[in-house]
C-alpha cells in the first residue's frame, strides 16, 4: 500500500481510456440515439398529421357527398321542369296546328261552296235560259239578251 | 485459504492478500519483483504495482472493446441486446451529465461514463472470491497478486489527479487566471475595507486551497476506503474456511451474504465518482 509510479501510471491509462472514449465510443452511440430520437418524432409527427389528413378527407368526402346529393336533386328538379315545359309546348304546338288545319279547311270549305255555288249558278242560268226559251218557244237571242242573262245569273 | 490456525498465519494470511505485486530497485541496485512489503517500501516511490496496472488497464480495455463494438454497430435502427444495455448505461450517464452540469464540454460525458464504468468493473472484481486468482497465479509463480485495483490508493489517486487536473484546466481557462486567483483569495471572506481586504487574502487563500485540495483526496479515499474495507471482510470472511466445518458453512453464508450486500457498495461508489467529478467540473465551469 504504498504510493509509488503507479499512480502515474494510472494517471496515463486513465487520460487515456478517456481520450479514447471521447473519441471513438461517444459520438457515434449519442449520434445514433439522436437520430433514432428525431426519426421516431418524425414518425410520430407524420403519424399525427395523417391523422389530421384522414379527420379531413373524411369532412371533405361528407362535403362532397352532400354536393352530390344536392346536385342530383337539382338535375332531378331541372328534368321534372323540362318535362312539364315539353308537355306543354306539345301541347300549345298539338293546339296551333289543330287550329291551322280547321283555318285550312275551313277556307277549303267556303272555296268549294264558292265554286259550287258559282256552278249552280251557271247552271241555274242555262237552266233559265233553256227553260225560258223553251217556253217562250223562240229562239232568244242569245247574243242580245246576253246582258239580261247575266244579271239574271248575278241575282241568282 | 489460510493454513495454519495460529494467529502468527492469519496475520501472514492478511498480509499476503493486501500486499501487491511491486516492481522497482532493490536496496542493492537491482530491478525485480519485491518480495515482502519491507522489500517494497524500500524500493521508494520509483516502483509500480504490476498486479493494479496489469488489472485496471485489462479492464479498462475490456469496457474500450465492448463499447467499442457497440459504438461500430449503433445506428438508428432498432438495437439489439447489448447494444441496448450499452444504450441504456450512455443514456443513463447522459442524464446524469445533463442533471448536474450545464455548460457546453464535450468531454464531460465521456469522461463520466469511462469513470463509471472502469470503476464499476473494478470494483466488481472484488466479487470474485479472493483466493481464486492470487492462488492461480502462486501456481504460476507470482508470489503476490491483488486484484481489485481499486483497493490501490494508487489506481484511485490516480484517477482523482486526472480529474483534479481538469479541474485546475477548466477553472484557469474558464475564469482566466485571474479569475481563478481571485476566487482562490477573495471569498469567503470580503471586506470593503482596503486594509481589511489584504488582510484576508492569505486567509481566503488558505481556506480555498484546502478545499481545493480536499476535493481529489477525498474523491481517492473515499473509493479507497469503501473498496479496502470491503475487500478486508471478505479476507477475514475467508479466514473462517480454515476453522471447521461449522466455521466453514458460516463463511460460506457470510461471504454470500456481503458479497450481496458489496454489488450495493460496488455500484454506488462507481456513481459517486463519477457524480461527484461531474460535480466538480461544474464548479470549475462556473463563477461563483
Known amino acids: 500500500m504504498n504510493i509509488n509510479a503507479t499512480l502515474i501510471g494510472q494517471t496515463i491509462a486513465f487520460a487515456v481510456f478517456v481520450w479514447f472514449c471521447m473519441k471513438f465510443i461517444w459520438p457515434p452511440i449519442v449520434g445514433a440515439l439522436n437520430e433514432r430520437k428525431t426519426q421516431i418524432a418524425d414518425g410520430l409527427a407524420a403519424a399525427e398529421e395523417g391523422r389530421r389528413d384522414k379527420a379531413k378527407a373524411e369532412g371533405d368526402v361528407a362535403e362532397m357527398l352532400n354536393e352530390a346529393k344536392d346536385q342530383a336533386q337539382e338535375i332531378i328538379r331541372r328534368a321534372e321542369r323540362r318535362e312539364t315545359e315539353m308537355v306543354e309546348e306539345a301541347k300549345a304546338n298539338a293546339r296551333t296546328e289543330g287550329e291551322r288545319i280547321l283555318l285550312a279547311a275551313r277556307g277549303e270549305i267556303d272555296k268549294e261552296m264558292n265554286l259550287a255555288r258559282e256552278e249552280l249558278r251557271k247552271d241555274v242560268a242555262q237552266l233559265a235560259v233553256a227553260g225560258a226559251s223553251q217556253i217562250l218557244s223562240r229562239e232568244v237571242d242569245s247574243s242580245a239578251h246576253s246582258r239580261l242573262l247575266d244579271e239574271l245569273a248575278k241575282e241568282l | ?288
Open chain 2, 1 to 288: 485459504m489460510a493454513s495454519g490456525e495460529t494467529l502468527g498465519s492469519s496475520t501472514d494470511y492478511i498480509k499476503h492478500h493486501l500486499q501487491n505485486l511491486t516492481f522497482g530497485q532493490h536496496s542493492d541496485g537491482s530491478w525485480g519483483f519485491a518480495h515482502g512489503a519491507q522489500e517494497a517500501k524500500e524500493m521508494g516511490f520509483w516502483a509500480i504495482h504490476v498486479d493494479t496496472m496489469f488489472w485496471s488497464v485489462l479492464l479498462g480495455v475490456v469496457f474500450l472493446c465492448l463499447f467499442r463494438r457497440a459504438a461500430v454497430r449503433a445506428s438508428a435502427g432498432v438495437p439489439g441486446g447489448f447494444l441496448n444495455f450499452v444504450e441504456m448505461i450512455i443514456e443513463f450517464i447522459d442524464n446524469n451529465v445533463r442533471s448536474s452540469f450545464s455548460h457546453k464540454n464535450d468531454m464531460v460525458a465521456p469522461l463520466a461514463l469511462t469513470l463509471f464504468v472502469w470503476i464499476l468493473l473494478m470494483n466488481t472484481m472484488d466479487l470474485v472470491p479472493v483466493d481464486w486468482i492470487p492462488m492461480l497465479a502462486q501456481l504460476m509463480g507470482i508470489e503476490y497478486m491483488k486484484v481489485v485495483p481499486t483497493t490501490d490508493p494508487n489506481a484511485t489517486t490516480g484517477m482523482a489527479l486526472g480529474v483534479f487536473g481538469l479541474t485546475l484546466f477548466y477553472s484557469i481557462k474558464i475564469k482566466g487566471p485571474l479569475g481563478f486567483a481571485s476566487e482562490l483569495t477573495m471569498q469567503p471572506f470580503q471586506a470593503k475595507n482596503p486594509a481589511l481586504k489584504i488582510l484576508f487574502i492569505p486567509m481566503n487563500f488558505f481556506l480555498e486551497v484546502v478545499s481545493l485540495i480536499s476535493k481529489p483526496i477525498s474523491l481517492s479515499l473515499r473509493l479507497f476506503g469503501n473498496l479496502f474495507a470491503g475487500e478486508m471482510i471478505f479476507i477475514l470472511i475467508a479466514l473462517l474456511f480454515s476453522g471447521g466445518l461449522v466455521f466453514a458453512v458460516a463463511g460460506g453464508v457470510l461471504q454470500w451474504a456481503w458479497a450481496v450486500f458489496h454489488i450495493l457498495i460496488v455500484l454506488l461508489q462507481a456513481f459517486i465518482f463519477m457524480t461527484l467529478t461531474i460535480v466538480y467540473l461544474e464548479m470549475a465551469h462556473s463563477d461563483h
